[in-house]
């Protein structure tokens, strides 16, 4: 399964972005998919995870902002980020599993990652 996210950039306290992870999988519709974030510096961190048929999870950090979409028919996922702050800079990457899990080692594929720059 490869997976290509896209979307990040540079943004100001208060805007949004819409980050993408496209997948290759013929099987996407049977895979969980989270997507987590990494700081400099940082251990990379749980942001967001969408089942199989949709049911979403936020880290507390993101909730309420942050909303996680797929779309079976383009075999892709999404999250929508609104009201960025300077501490959701990271570098974002998309990740899918056969097991939603809020840690990282239970995903078996992950993309390159995309940056997200908030400035203040």
């Known amino acids: 399964v490869q997976l290509v996210e896209s979307g990040g950039g540079l943004v100001q306290t208060g805007g949004s972005l819409r980050l993408s992870c496209a997948t290759s999988?013929?099987?996407?519709?049977?895979?969980?998919f989270g997507w987590f974030r990494q700081a400099p510096a940082k251990e990379r961190e749980f942001v967001s995870a969408?089942?199989?048929?949709?049911?979403?999870y936020y880290s507390d950090s993101v909730k309420g902002r942050f909303t996680i979409s797929r779309d079976n028919r383009r075999d892709t996922v999404y999250l929508q980020m609104n009201s960025l702050k300077p501490e959701d800079t990271a570098v974002y990457y998309c990740?899918?599993?056969?097991?939603?899990?809020?840690?990282?080692?239970?995903?078996?594929?992950w993309g390159q990652g995309t940056q997200v720059t908030v400035s203040s």
């Open positions: 990740a899918a599993t056969t097991q939603l899990t809020t840690t990282p080692a239970s995903y078996d594929y």
């Open positions: 999988t013929q099987t996407f519709s049977s895979y969980d």
């Open positions: 969408i089942t199989w048929n949709g049911d979403g």
